[in-house]
């Protein structure tokens, strides 16, 4: 086998690329290392022309379950399905990243393949990007790479991490995870979590990782230099001063008609005139390319009528938000939360549920094997939300990554399990969409936490920022609220989410190469101006959650036991739990490993569940008072039981204050009595006294210390005949 390795420091661990002959039949292929994690990087172009009117670019990201030395799956099935949502955004994240770096026009299948082979400390979607970047790189396929990334961790002392490890980023005083790609000292493609950290640190994160960005883009130019074959000739789409003319005649009348106000009719009129009219006046023009002409024409018009003119297509300002609505409840009083929000024409619902602790997502993938996930927000954009018909039913990447995204940015602010232990999930519902649902899905999912009680820390919004820029000229105008038109023909899609105190999420993409820092920087500032615009619009609505959760959501309770009594709850197969679960009528009784007990339930239920659970588990101290069942006699006393698994016994001379003859005089079985332990003796059992919790107990009774012996006798036989005691 041939092979060469080609190695990096970063973040004080090997970064390795190793060229070997494993898939000698692909274009261009790499086996990328960081510590103990490794990923192959592929990549495929098609030998011939498409005639689609797009870039038929595939990335795909395959997760080998082998990779984590673990047989995963369900039990009916072992082996790998349909991507599990994490690959699914570790290949958008490779998608976005390479996809502008692409000649505009090239119209040949190009495919990316990223299989995790091995996975430990570090996330293989960081070694997916810079792999697919040295595939492309090596190989004949056009593309203008390369490009890297770079992951920034930020720990609870403010301290910047490189490529931090899965326990750096789980630690609870994280403040920030932040993934940047990029190239040149431009970025062009950003994912960050954060807990309400300031926009001057996220711009300083980004610094920092594009320093390190840049270490690796020498590595990989040294690489390509040195392993590189030539790139096979791409000549760009022709325009003909025929196709120029035609526009001019077609196309021009009607957008001095329109005076540069472009909708999405708007431009919906304008591509169908055109391509029905340049079709009849240029037959030997392809469907195909007289589409794709007219979308770099009125891409131009888009940017010379911001660059030039100060002006965007619906006749904003730069900074301006579109009209703003919120609404707090009011859709069904089934529902346990829900919020609407508005901004302009992009509508959407969130519809919000809570359950118990029993309900969280088992999570079964290579990065999170048997994790629980208590807060799922899912996204769903349905035709009708643009005016389309089309296939209802199942998920696709993007409503995937923009749920994510929404979840993300919402997940900072949610109170700790122990104060609020429910299972949340979030139905965002894009009913009309012109221009960032992820964004308006966030605001409208906070009002639906705030409108079910739940007692998140700070609402949250979020905006999405556009750009149009002119590389030759080096200018560029940065756009608040981009709407359709904007995000189609504008270079950046800027979505940044967030509290009035700092930012909790964002997520970039961008159809050019990449975007200076200090144009982030400005749009980080113009985000926030815009999200505490939309976050005054929200908290007018609803100022704070809700005093009390919906009725028709479950309660919880909560205790804890020890760690060694966790087994007696539980009982031999699940018997105890089973058999508390079924008497009381509990929805769910959740055991965590440190013995914290979740009880979910209605009318009573919980509360039921909970005594019997506390009295399974109680120790008993000296002193304490209880009552308990009389369950057997002895010539010298009665046992009593006090609890499911304790039991004592009371003495006969511990029944009352003087001396009574026999104990069945006083006490019958299964009779309920108080008592107090009076000792534990070494074998820890337990003597019990039932005159020191009631001096008056066998008074009641009618026993007094003045009956003689031959009266206690014949006041029990009669007392056993059903008599009245009186002597004849």
């Known amino acids: ?254 957008l001095t008609e329109y005076k540069g106000l472009l909708g999405k009719e708007e431009l919906g009129t304008i591509k169908s005139t055109w391509l029905k009219a340049a079709g009849d006046m240029l037959p030997d023009i392809t469907p195909g390319r007289l589409d794709s002409y007219c979308e770099e024409r009125l891409d131009a018009y888009v940017h010379e009528l911001a660059i030039n003119d100060g002006k965007r297509v619906d006749g904003r300002a730069m900074d301006q938000i579109r009209p703003l609505f919120a609404q707090a409840g009011g859709v069904s009083p089934i529902i346990h939360g829900t919020g609407i929000f508005y901004r302009g024409a992009t509508h959407v619902l969130a519809a919000l549920t809570l359950g118990g602790p029993g309900d969280a997502q088992l999570v079964d993938t290579i990065e999170y094997q048997e994790a629980k996930k208590d807060f799922m927000l899912h996204y769903n954009f349905p035709p009708f939300s643009v005016g389309e018909t089309g296939r209802i039913g199942g998920t696709n990447r993007r409503m995937i990554g923009h749920g994510a995204l929404a979840e993300k940015a919402l997940r900072a602010v949610l109170p700790e399990k122990a104060v609020f232990p429910y299972t949340i999930r979030i139905v965002a519902e894009s009913l009309a969409s012109n221009g960032s649902t992820s964004m308006a899905s966030v605001c409208a999912g906070t009002i639906a936490l705030m409108d079910a009680g739940v007692p998140i820390k700070s609402p949250v919004a979020g905006i999405a920022m556009g750009m149009m820029s002119d590389a030759k000229k080096q200018v560029y105008k940065v756009l608040t609220d981009i709407q359709g038109p904007e995000d189609h023909h504008g270079d950046m899609d800027f979505k940044v989410a967030g509290t009035k105190d700092g930012v909790t ?161 006083a006490l019958s079985l299964d009779e309920v009595v108080p008592v107090v332990i009076k000792e534990i003796d070494e074998k820890g059992r337990y003597n019990l006294s039932i005159k020191a919790a009631d001096p008056e107990f066998a008074s009641r009774k009618g026993l007094t210390p003045d009956l003689s012996q031959e009266q206690y006798g014949e006041r029990r036989e009669n007392n056993h005949r059903g008599g009245n005691g009186r002597r004849g």
């Open 1 to 254: 086998m041939d092979k060469k390795v080609y190695s990096i420091e970063i973040g004080g661990k090997t970064l390795s690329a190793e060229f070997n002959d494993w898939a000698d039949q692909a274009h261009g292929s790499v086996l990328m290392r960081y510590g103990n994690s490794a990923v192959l990087a592929t990549v495929v172009m098609g030998s011939k022309e498409s005639n689609l009117d797009y870039f038929p670019l595939s990335v795909e990201y395959e997760e080998k379950f082998y990779a984590a030395g673990a047989i995963l799956g369900s039990r009916f099935m072992r082996r790998e399905g349909r991507p599990s949502d994490e690959a699914v955004l570790s290949g958008r994240i490779v998608d976005r990243t390479i996809r502008p770096l692409f000649p505009k026009g090239l119209k040949r299948d190009v495919q990316v393949i990223v299989s995790v082979l091995s996975i430990d400390e570090s996330d293989p979607d960081v070694l997916a990007v810079s792999a697919a970047s040295l595939a492309l790189g090596t190989s004949h396929i056009p593309w203008n790479g390369p490009v890297s990334a770079v992951r920034i961790g930020q720990n609870g002392a403010g301290e910047f991490i490189v490529n931090p490890s899965y326990a750096d980023r789980d630690a609870k005083d994280v403040k920030m995870d932040l993934l940047a790609c990029g190239k040149d000292g431009l970025i062009n493609m950003i994912e960050v979590g954060a807990t309400e950290v300031s926009e001057e640190t996220l711009t300083k994160g980004l610094q920092y990782a594009s320093d390190e960005i840049e270490k690796i883009q020498l590595w990989q130019h040294m690489i390509i230099s040195e392993r590189g074959v030539p790139k096979k000739e791409f000549a760009a789409p022709v325009t003909t001063p025929e196709m120029e003319s035609a526009f001019a005649e077609i196309v021009g009348p009607m």
């Open 505 to 665: 999420g964002v997520q970039m993409d961008v159809k050019v190469e990449g975007v200076p820092l200090k144009v982030l920087a400005e749009a980080f500032a113009q985000a926030k101006k815009a999200r505490l615009q939309i976050l005054d619009v929200i908290t007018k609505e609803i100022a704070a959650p809700r005093a009390d959760i919906s009725a028709r959501a479950p309660k919880i309770l909560t205790t804890h036991v020890k760690v060694d009594q966790i087994g007696l709850v539980i009982g031999p197969g699940g018997k105890m739990i089973n058999g508390i679960r079924d008497r009381t009528k509990a929805d769910d009784i959740t055991i965590e490993d440190d013995g914290t007990i979740f009880i979910t339930g209605k009318n009573g239920a919980a509360e039921a569940a909970l005594k019997e659970i506390s009295d399974l588990t109680r120790e008993y101290m000296a002193g304490d008072r209880c009552e308990g069942v009389v369950t057997r006699f002895l010539d010298f006393g009665a046992f009593v039981k006090i609890g499911p698994n304790a039991e004592g016994l009371v003495h006969v001379s511990e029944i009352a204050p003087f001396r009574i003859a026999r104990v069945t005089d």
